[in-house]
T-cell receptor, first 118, second 112 residues
Framework: KAGVTQTPRYLIKTRGQQVTLSCSPI?????VSWYQQTPGQGLQFLFE???????NKGNFPGRFSGRQFSNSRSEMNVSTLELGDSALYLC?????????????????FGSGTQLSVL | QKEVEQNSGPLSVPEGAIASLNCTYS??????FFWYRQYSGKSPELIMS????GDKEDGRFTAQLNKASQYVSLLIRDSQPSDSATYLC????????????FGTGTRLTIIP
């Protein structure tokens, strides 16, 4: 079974630009979550999508947005990039919606997209 | 106060010894607790989950939860050099809710 696939692996942008990151979950997984990881703050929750709807949202500005498609693939977008947006962006998928809550909550992470803002 | 706190380390443990990693959390109603392992340059990988007070064992790993003290720990027995990684504690407030709050991680080094 293929794992979570994130593209691109590396990205270099300049301040003010926008960027779109892509995530394909494990087959059969319906929930996709996005996290930002930085050395100082660690892993921080951005948002979670299920059935094309944003189900949870973290404390990030509106410049950070996302969406999920009918095949569960997800994209996240960051507009008007700032230097502080430089980070590893991780996507995670999970089963969700099953009767076994312990199975639902197991997150499987992709390799991430390393974003550098110059 | 951070929602999930871990000692950042580094924690150095001799090969074959027991490594003990600790985590405290601030939200009393937290329901689910997880330990992830992250090798340098890699993504986090789930190694343990625990939901009830007490101990849960899986191979060389034991997770311990004390909800009254808002404390969760991970013990690694017979530590191996391959256990050298950053260990992330994660907490979920609600069952079936995939919004995890992570600690900043403890860097563990196993000394051969």
């Amino acid at each position: 079974k293929a794992g979570v696939t994130q593209t691109p692996r590396y990205l270099i942008k300049t301040r003010g630009q926008q960027v779109t990151l892509s995530c394909s979950p494990i087959s059969g997984h319906r929930s996709v979550s996005w996290y930002q990881q930085t050395p100082g703050q660690g892993l921080q929750f951005l948002f979670e999508y299920f059935s094309e709807t944003q189900r949870n949202k973290g404390n990030f500005p509106g410049r950070f947005s996302g969406r999920q498609f009918s095949n569960s693939r997800s994209e996240m977008n960051v507009s008007t990039l700032e230097l502080g947006d430089s980070a590893l962006y991780l996507c995670a998928s999970s089963l969700t919606g099953t009767a076994d809550f312990s199975a639902n909550e197991k997150l499987f992470f992709g390799s991430g997209t390393q974003l550098s803002v110059l | 106060q951070k929602e999930v706190e871990q000692n950042s380390g580094p924690l150095s443990v001799p090969e074959g010894a027991i490594a003990s990693l600790n985590c405290t959390y601030s939200d009393r109603v937290s329901q689910s607790f997880f330990w992830y392992r992250q090798y340098s340059g890699k993504s986090p990988e789930l190694i343990m989950s625990i939901y009830s007070n007490g101990d849960k064992e899986d191979g060389r790993f034991t997770a311990q939860l004390n909800k009254a003290s808002q404390y969760v720990s991970l013990l690694i027995r017979d530590s191996q050099p391959s256990d050298s990684a950053t260990y992330l504690c994660a907490v979920n407030r609600d069952f079936g809710n995939e919004k995890l709050t992570f600690g900043t991680g403890t860097r563990l080094t196993i000394i051969p």
